[in-house]
């Protein structure tokens, strides 16, 4: 016996297979969308780093420009400083200086001589005088040039004259102070 199906029958499509070139290709983009992704995160993560050691550093640098600059501020303070002290230092050595140069011209000075003028104009000494004789006067000069204070000591001029009637020897000298 034959059966006969008169029924209309639906042959059912194969599904057609995905090639295999095309899956290879979306593994592939798909795998290569992982690596990009990855390289991404990788190199922003690495700029990010580079972004925060640079903004550290010009913070470092902007600590250290202020330090420096205290210390230019101190090194000016200090050389202010320094000028203010070499300046009192020289004024108590020009204070005491005038005092010695009178000293030691007083002390040296022999009987018979006596000054008229001393004027002392930094270490240069210019003195005027007179002595009762010629002698008084070289040995008065004779005396500053023993004197430890006092160097270059030269007579310029011994001249005689006579006021109210007795025989005066005036001398200039000039001299300069022993630094």
């Known amino acids: 016996m034959i059966k006969v199906n008169l029924l209309p029958f639906k042959k059912k499509k194969k599904a057609k297979q995905i090639p295999g070139f095309l899956v290879s290709m979306v593994l592939v983009t798909l795998f ?7 390289v991404v995160y990788f190199f922003n993560a ?4 580079r972004q925060a050691t640079i903004a550290a550093n010009e913070k470092r640098i902007e600590e250290l420009a202020k330090k420096i600059k205290a210390v230019e501020n101190y090194e000016k303070l200090n050389a202010t400083y320094q000028k203010h002290k070499d300046i009192i230092e020289q004024l108590g050595k020009n204070k005491t200086l005038p005092v010695k140069v009178l000293d030691e011209v007083s002390a040296l000075l ?3 001589v006596w000054l008229t003028s001393l004027d002392v104009k930094g270490a240069d000494i210019n003195l005027s005088g007179t002595g009762f004789t010629n002698s008084d006067v070289v040995s008065y000069v004779d005396n500053l040039k023993k004197s430890k204070l006092f160097a270059d000591v030269y007579l310029q001029e011994s001249v005689q004259n006579q006021p109210s009637g007795f025989s005066a020897y005036a001398f200039k000298l000039t001299f300069k102070v022993k630094a």
């Not at 690495?46 to 780093?49: C, H, M, T, V």
């Open 32 to 38: 290569t969308c992982i690596i990009l992704a990855y």
């Open 46 to 49: 690495r700029l990010a780093s």
């Open 110 to 112: 022999p009987p018979g």
